[in-house]
Protein backbone atom coordinates (compact mmCIF):
# COMPACT_ATOMS: atom_id res chain seq x y z
CA UNK A 1 0.00 0.00 0.00
CA UNK A 2 1.28 3.37 -0.57
CA UNK A 3 2.06 5.47 2.21
CA UNK A 4 1.70 8.65 0.70
CA UNK A 5 -1.67 7.60 -0.03
CA UNK A 6 -2.54 6.84 3.68
CA UNK A 7 -1.31 9.95 4.74
CA UNK A 8 -2.93 12.28 2.71
CA UNK A 9 -6.30 10.62 3.23
CA UNK A 10 -5.85 11.54 7.40
CA UNK A 11 -7.41 15.19 6.80
CA UNK A 12 -9.35 16.44 3.08
CA UNK A 13 -11.47 19.24 3.96
CA UNK A 14 -13.51 20.63 6.48
CA UNK A 15 -16.79 18.68 5.66
CA UNK A 16 -15.15 15.40 4.71
CA UNK A 17 -13.62 15.81 8.11
CA UNK A 18 -16.66 16.14 10.22
CA UNK A 19 -17.66 13.35 8.63
CA UNK A 20 -14.62 10.83 8.87
CA UNK A 21 -13.91 11.70 12.16
CA UNK A 22 -17.41 9.76 13.08
CA UNK A 23 -15.62 6.27 11.68
CA UNK A 24 -13.20 4.59 11.77
CA UNK A 25 -9.77 6.26 10.27
CA UNK A 26 -9.75 2.73 7.66
CA UNK A 27 -6.29 4.53 6.40
CA UNK A 28 -4.32 5.07 9.30
CA UNK A 29 -2.16 1.37 8.82
CA UNK A 30 0.89 1.98 7.04
CA UNK A 31 1.18 4.70 9.21
CA UNK A 32 3.21 2.30 12.09
CA UNK A 33 6.17 2.04 10.57
CA UNK A 34 6.64 6.10 9.63
CA UNK A 35 7.65 9.26 11.59
CA UNK A 36 9.54 7.61 14.70
CA UNK A 37 11.73 10.38 15.28
CA UNK A 38 9.49 13.57 16.51
CA UNK A 39 8.52 10.70 19.30
CA UNK A 40 11.70 9.50 20.34
CA UNK A 41 13.65 12.77 20.68
CA UNK A 42 11.24 13.78 23.57
CA UNK A 43 10.66 10.73 25.31
CA UNK A 44 14.28 10.32 27.06
CA UNK A 45 14.14 13.07 29.17
CA UNK A 46 11.24 11.17 31.19
CA UNK A 47 12.93 7.79 31.92
CA UNK A 48 13.59 6.08 35.08
CA UNK A 49 11.47 6.27 38.40
CA UNK A 50 11.27 9.86 38.86
CA UNK A 51 8.32 12.01 40.26
CA UNK A 52 5.60 12.45 37.85
CA UNK A 53 5.97 15.70 36.64
CA UNK A 54 2.45 17.44 36.34
CA UNK A 55 3.39 21.22 35.80
CA UNK A 56 2.16 23.48 35.00
CA UNK A 57 4.95 24.29 32.51
CA UNK A 58 6.22 27.20 31.07
CA UNK A 59 7.30 26.72 27.53
CA UNK A 60 6.62 23.13 25.44
CA UNK A 61 10.15 22.63 25.84
CA UNK A 62 9.56 21.47 29.61
CA UNK A 63 6.14 19.64 29.26
CA UNK A 64 7.28 15.74 29.42
CA UNK A 65 6.07 12.95 27.38
CA UNK A 66 5.29 10.28 29.31
CA UNK A 67 6.55 7.12 29.02
CA UNK A 68 3.62 4.95 28.53
CA UNK A 69 1.26 7.63 26.81
CA UNK A 70 -1.58 6.13 24.88
CA UNK A 71 -2.70 9.03 23.26
CA UNK A 72 -2.15 9.21 19.64
CA UNK A 73 -3.58 10.66 16.57
CA UNK A 74 -6.11 8.15 15.92
CA UNK A 75 -7.69 8.16 19.59
CA UNK A 76 -7.67 11.58 20.15
CA UNK A 77 -5.27 14.14 17.97
CA UNK A 78 -7.54 13.94 14.95
CA UNK A 79 -11.01 13.67 16.41
CA UNK A 80 -10.01 16.59 18.47
CA UNK A 81 -8.58 18.88 15.94
CA UNK A 82 -11.47 18.33 13.93
CA UNK A 83 -13.48 19.13 16.92
CA UNK A 84 -12.25 22.14 17.80
CA UNK A 85 -10.17 24.07 15.24
CA UNK A 86 -10.32 22.99 11.70
CA UNK A 87 -13.25 24.88 11.23
CA UNK A 88 -10.75 27.97 10.79
CA UNK A 89 -7.74 26.08 10.53
CA UNK A 90 -8.46 22.86 7.79
CA UNK A 91 -7.08 23.80 4.51
CA UNK A 92 -10.53 23.33 2.45
CA UNK A 93 -11.63 26.98 4.88
CA UNK A 94 -11.37 29.87 2.77
CA UNK A 95 -12.07 33.35 3.29
CA UNK A 96 -14.05 34.46 5.47
CA UNK A 97 -15.03 31.17 6.90
CA UNK A 98 -11.22 30.89 8.50
CA UNK A 99 -12.48 34.38 10.35
CA UNK A 100 -8.95 35.45 10.68
CA UNK A 101 -7.10 31.87 11.06
CA UNK A 102 -3.91 32.49 9.23
CA UNK A 103 -3.30 30.46 5.81
CA UNK A 104 0.02 29.19 7.34
CA UNK A 105 -1.78 27.76 10.43
CA UNK A 106 -3.37 25.26 8.70
CA UNK A 107 -3.85 21.81 10.22
CA UNK A 108 -4.71 19.18 7.14
CA UNK A 109 -1.83 16.69 7.56
CA UNK A 110 0.18 14.95 10.29
CA UNK A 111 3.59 17.02 9.13
CA UNK A 112 1.86 20.48 9.60
CA UNK A 113 0.46 19.82 13.06
CA UNK A 114 4.09 18.05 13.69
CA UNK A 115 5.76 21.34 12.48
CA UNK A 116 4.10 23.40 14.35
CA UNK A 117 4.27 21.44 17.99
CA UNK A 118 4.89 24.20 20.59
CA UNK A 119 2.72 26.89 18.33
CA UNK A 120 -0.72 24.44 18.68
CA UNK A 121 0.36 24.00 22.32
CA UNK A 122 1.29 27.80 23.82
CA UNK A 123 -2.24 28.73 22.31
CA UNK A 124 -4.45 25.56 23.35
CA UNK A 125 -2.44 22.76 25.86
CA UNK A 126 -2.38 22.29 29.39
CA UNK A 127 -3.34 25.37 31.07
CA UNK A 128 -3.28 27.73 27.93
CA UNK A 129 -6.42 28.31 26.37
CA UNK A 130 -6.66 30.86 23.68
CA UNK A 131 -7.38 28.95 20.79
CA UNK A 132 -10.03 28.22 20.11
CA UNK A 133 -11.02 32.19 20.58
CA UNK A 134 -14.47 31.08 22.06
CA UNK A 135 -13.15 28.12 24.17
CA UNK A 136 -14.52 24.58 23.85
CA UNK A 137 -12.09 21.76 25.21
CA UNK A 138 -12.57 20.44 28.49
CA UNK A 139 -9.16 20.72 31.00
CA UNK A 140 -8.72 16.99 30.19
CA UNK A 141 -8.69 17.32 26.76
CA UNK A 142 -6.21 19.98 26.80
CA UNK A 143 -4.03 17.95 28.96
CA UNK A 144 -4.30 14.88 26.51
CA UNK A 145 -3.56 17.47 23.89
CA UNK A 146 -0.29 18.75 25.79
CA UNK A 147 0.57 15.04 25.95
CA UNK A 148 0.45 14.23 22.31
CA UNK A 149 2.35 16.90 21.20
CA UNK A 150 4.86 16.81 23.64
CA UNK A 151 5.22 13.06 22.45
CA UNK A 152 5.74 14.30 18.63
CA UNK A 153 1.93 13.59 17.80
CA UNK A 154 2.34 10.66 17.00
CA UNK A 155 0.12 8.73 14.44
CA UNK A 156 0.29 5.41 16.83
CA UNK A 157 0.89 5.70 20.48
CA UNK A 158 4.46 4.98 21.62
CA UNK A 159 5.85 4.84 17.98
C1 LIG B 1 -13.28 30.46 15.35
C2 LIG B 1 -12.09 30.23 14.56
C3 LIG B 1 -10.93 29.52 15.21
C4 LIG B 1 -10.91 28.28 15.83
C5 LIG B 1 -12.06 27.32 16.03
C6 LIG B 1 -9.54 28.05 16.21
N1 LIG B 1 -8.75 29.10 15.85
FE1 LIG B 1 -6.73 29.24 16.01
N2 LIG B 1 -6.75 31.08 15.17
C7 LIG B 1 -7.88 31.77 14.82
C8 LIG B 1 -7.52 33.14 14.50
C9 LIG B 1 -8.48 34.24 14.09
C10 LIG B 1 -6.13 33.26 14.65
C11 LIG B 1 -5.23 34.50 14.45
C12 LIG B 1 -5.32 35.43 15.64
C13 LIG B 1 -4.60 34.90 16.84
O1 LIG B 1 -3.46 34.42 16.74
O2 LIG B 1 -5.20 34.96 17.93
C14 LIG B 1 -5.67 31.93 15.07
C15 LIG B 1 -4.36 31.62 15.30
C16 LIG B 1 -3.92 30.39 15.74
C17 LIG B 1 -2.55 30.03 15.90
C18 LIG B 1 -1.37 30.87 15.49
C19 LIG B 1 -0.65 31.48 16.62
C20 LIG B 1 0.69 31.92 16.09
O3 LIG B 1 1.64 31.21 16.35
O4 LIG B 1 0.74 32.91 15.38
C21 LIG B 1 -2.52 28.77 16.38
C22 LIG B 1 -1.30 27.92 16.69
C23 LIG B 1 -3.88 28.34 16.52
N3 LIG B 1 -4.71 29.35 16.12
C24 LIG B 1 -4.24 27.11 16.99
C25 LIG B 1 -5.57 26.70 17.13
C26 LIG B 1 -5.93 25.41 17.67
C27 LIG B 1 -4.94 24.35 18.11
C28 LIG B 1 -7.28 25.36 17.65
C29 LIG B 1 -8.15 24.26 18.17
C30 LIG B 1 -7.86 23.81 19.53
C31 LIG B 1 -7.76 26.61 17.08
N4 LIG B 1 -6.69 27.39 16.81
C32 LIG B 1 -9.10 26.91 16.87
C33 LIG B 1 -9.16 31.26 14.76
C34 LIG B 1 -9.56 30.03 15.25
Known sequence: MN??????????????????????WACGGDEADTDTSASSETGSET???????????ESFDERPCPQDSAVDAQNFGIPFLLTHCNGCHGGAVTGEERQGAPPEVTFDTMDQVRMQLDRIWVRSADGNDT??????????ERRMLGEWLACGAPFVAGE
Open 3 to 24: MKVAKDCLFRGARVLVLAAVVP
Open 131 to 140: MPPAGGPTDE
Open 47 to 57: DGDTAIDEGPW
